[in-house]
């Protein structure tokens, strides 16, 4: 889910050169509870030019999974991307 927004977004690829994958060492936490859930979690994002962080933070209601923040931390860029922030959250 939030890799399809992070390679729809053409930020991402300026900066980071094409072929965005995501790395292995995901890290964070997933808190299902059936119907509903958090999770919050940090992938890393790879291109042909560089290399980034993508903080994830979504909600579970109703069995389905909504991304309500997504930023993208550039290595080498000081403020980061904000490709997803419905409820305004303040990003550093």
């Not at 903080?55 to 930023?71: F, K, P």
Request: aromatic residues 2%.
């Amino acid at each position: 889910m939030a890799m399809e927004v992070i390679r729809a977004e053409p930020r991402v690829p300026a900066l980071i050169g094409d072929d965005v994958t995501a790395g292995f060492m995901v890290v964070g936490s997933v808190r299902d509870e059936g119907e509903t859930g958090t999770a919050r979690l940090s992938i890393p994002v790879h291109g042909t030019a560089g290399s980034a962080t993508a903080d994830v933070s979504a909600i579970r209601a109703g069995g389905r999974w909504e991304l309500r923040l997504l930023t993208v931390n550039v290595d080498g860029v000081r403020k980061p991307l904000v490709l997803i922030n419905p409820d305004n959250e303040r990003v550093r």
